[in-house]
């Protein structure tokens, strides 16, 4: 079992920026390909962004490009999203989420998930 728990989330500005951090436990992290995905008020689930194993990868939705950034820190057992250039549109709760397959960028590809944190742009 994989326990996921994300902080970091809050209010902030339009404009500035914001770093989640998603702790984890129960097994090793770099077994599992890292995801971020988040939920905004009265819209879907939707992809943010996803990391490989060892960190050689990434992918992001077009929303979000050049904007955020994942990373992870294996020897931590913890994955980041920094975000930056924050808009209004990026309000949502922020979920992290685990998978066992090599490249990931669906919420049916993910086997464990956080509870989420919720991020605030102000405009």
């Known amino acids: 079992q994989v326990q996921l728990v994300e902080s970091g989330g809050g209010l902030v500005q339009a404009g500035g920026s914001m770093r989640l951090s998603c702790a984890t436990s129960?097994?090793?992290?770099?077994?599992?390909?890292m995801g971020w995905f988040r939920q905004a008020p009265g819209k879907e689930r939707e992809f943010v962004g996803s990391?490989?194993?060892?960190?050689?990868?990434?992918g992001y939705a077009d929303s979000v490009k050049g904007r955020f950034t994942i990373s992870r820190d294996n020897a931590k057992n913890t994955v980041y999203l920094q975000m930056n250039s924050l808009k209004p549109d990026d309000t949502a709760v922020y979920f992290c989420?685990?998978?066992?397959?090599?490249?990931?960028?669906?919420?049916?590809?993910?086997?464990?998930w956080g509870r989420g944190t919720l991020v605030t742009v102000s405009s």
């Open positions: 989420a685990a998978s066992y397959l090599a490249y990931a960028t669906q919420g049916g590809q993910m086997r464990y």
């Open positions: 129960g097994r090793i992290i770099s077994l599992y390909t």
């Open positions: 990391i490989s194993r060892s960190g050689d990868s990434t």
